[in-house]
């Protein structure tokens, strides 16, 4: 598989340092941030993501917006607006050449039944206006929230196959609904994702919180996750939060286990 980092993850706003990063470590991928060229576009400009592309040979994904973003939203007006957000996104994906966009699905933030039946009737509409992108979707496991619409791996690989996107598996989330629920669930997602899935999502926690920690810290153990992923050719990027330092104690770690032969 194809390892990679977000350095928005790691604080590392700087393309330049970025790259740099990626190239010391010998990563195949930078994970972008939508979010991040929305809120200050001369951060993350399409020019210098080719071109860092084409000098260094390292790629990239895109983590497509997820802040103030809710495509199951029942105000018509925000779901619009965050469907607009989306496929402007994956405009920006295709043009600096992301081999995959990430995005979440949706929220309903009002505890009646009507409101979850609008809700979904939202996220349905928002996906059949997404269909048919120019560059794979990725759909990303939640369940970090009761607010969280989709809530495990069986709705989740419904909605994907319906709509004919892939999937994100992001271990640290499902380790957080593992909790929550008392049972496994990444062997779970793996199943009912299958060939669709393309993208991970690798950090750490304890099972409560979305700590993002390096891959050797909380209560996951990446020993018993790589042989469930035997056979995975797709991209693997790095989401941890403590700095260059953690990205490179995540890096080694999983190397030590044999990640990329995996």
Same mark, same amino acid.
């Given at each position: 598989m194809k390892l990679g980092y977000s350095p928005v993850s790691a604080a590392i706003l700087d393309l330049d340092a970025a790259w740099r990063l990626a190239a010391e470590l010998e990563l195949d991928f930078v994970e972008l941030s939508f979010d991040l060229f929305e809120a200050v576009p001369m951060l993350q400009p399409a020019d210098q993501v080719r071109e860092l592309t084409r000098t260094t040979g390292i790629g990239s994904t =895109?983590?497509?917006?997820? !802040?103030? @973003?809710? *495509?199951?939203?029942?105000? &018509?007006?925000? $779901?619009?607006?965050?469907?607009? $957000?989306? =496929? $402007?996104?994956?405009?920006?994906? #295709?043009?600096?050449?992301?081999?995959?966009? !990430?995005?979440?699905?949706?929220?309903?933030?009002?505890? +009646?039944?009507?409101? !979850?039946?609008?809700?979904?009737?939202? =996220?349905?509409?928002?996906?059949?206006? *997404?269909?048919?992108?120019? !560059?794979p979707v990725a759909l990303e496991n939640l369940v970090l929230t009761p607010h969280d619409l989709v809530r495990d791996a069986a709705q989740l690989a419904d909605l994907t196959a319906r709509h004919g996107f892939a999937n994100c598996l992001d271990v640290g989330h499902a380790n957080i609904?593992?909790?929550? /629920?008392?049972?496994?669930?990444? &062997?779970?997602?793996?199943? %009912?994702? %299958?060939? $669709?899935?393309?993208? @991970?999502?690798?950090?750490?926690?304890?099972?409560?919180?979305?700590?993002?920690? &390096?891959?050797?810290? %909380?209560? @996951?153990?990446? /020993? #018993?996750?790589? &042989?469930? *992923?035997?056979? +995975?050719? %797709?991209?693997?990027?790095?989401?941890i939060t403590t700095g260059a330092d953690g990205v490179r104690q995540a890096v080694a770690h999983l190397r030590s286990l044999g990640l990329e032969e995996a």
């Open positions: =895109l983590h497509l917006s997820y !802040v103030d @973003l809710n *495509l199951a939203s029942v105000n &018509p007006a925000a $779901r619009r607006t965050s469907v607009d $957000r989306t =496929l $402007r996104g994956l405009e920006y994906a #295709e043009a600096v050449g992301s081999s995959c966009g !990430v995005l979440h699905t949706g929220l309903n933030y009002i505890p +009646f039944q009507q409101a !979850v039946q609008l809700a979904n009737a939202a =996220l349905e509409q928002s996906l059949t206006e *997404l269909q048919g992108p120019a !560059v609904e593992a909790v929550a /629920k008392g049972t496994e669930t990444i &062997p779970g997602y793996i199943a %009912g994702m %299958g060939e $669709r899935l393309i993208h @991970l999502h690798l950090h750490n926690n304890y099972g409560v919180d979305d700590d993002h920690l &390096p891959t050797d810290e %909380g209560t @996951l153990d990446f /020993k #018993e996750i790589l &042989p469930l *992923l035997s056979g +995975f050719s %797709g991209t693997a990027c790095l989401e």
